[in-house]
């Protein structure tokens, strides 16, 4: 549903927001690039029915260059994940390196960074709930929310008296 008013969002704590994709370099090598692409909807699926492993959220966009913005509680947890034999990510992992690694049909990427209060802001307009506003929690981005300024020092504050 679209929220036409002005919002804001937050996230108690520190956090993690996790940026990762993938880029189609020979598109017509489907039978290199198609595993790549079917394993994150596998380790979304798993991440969302397991809570306790820390993710959050994600929102993601295709093209030749892929992008998934994933929130995550902490690094110990988004680690956590990565290395657990029992999770869908290692295999994924080990498959892309031994099918498509260096022939250069398929990349992968990522980037990670950890948030602390005041190190962000955002605002949402005409949007519907989206990024960390899935993740954390909207409010509306008035009063002493209503500037980028304003909202750096309210997460700070907010932090510090909680």
Not at 84 to 91: E, F, Q
Not at 96 to 102: D, G, L, R
Not at 107 to 121: L, N, R, S
Not at 130 to 154: I, M, N, V, Y
Request: hydrophobic share 40%; with cysteine.
């Amino acid at each position: 549903m679209i929220q036409t008013d002005r919002y804001t969002a937050s996230l108690e704590g520190d956090y993690v927001v996790f940026l990762i994709g993938m880029r189609l370099n020979h598109l017509w090598k489907v039978h290199k690039w198609w595993p790549v692409a079917q394993a994150m909807p596998r380790m979304v699926k798993e991440l969302q029915e397991k809570p306790e492993l820390g993710f959050l959220h994600a929102e993601s966009w295709g093209g030749r260059t892929t992008i998934m913005v994933q929130y995550w509680r902490s690094m110990e947890q988004l680690l956590a994940y990565a290395k657990a034999r029992d999770s869908a990510h290692l295999p994924a992992w080990q498959a892309f390196n031994k099918a498509a690694e260096n022939d250069g049909s398929v990349g992968i990427w990522h980037e990670t960074y950890a948030i602390k209060p005041g190190q962000y802001e955002n605002v949402y307009t005409n949007m519907p709930p989206f990024g960390l506003g899935c993740a954390g929690r909207l409010q509306p981005a008035t009063g002493e929310r209503k500037s980028a300024a304003d909202r750096l020092r309210a997460t700070v504050r907010n932090f510090d008296s909680g």
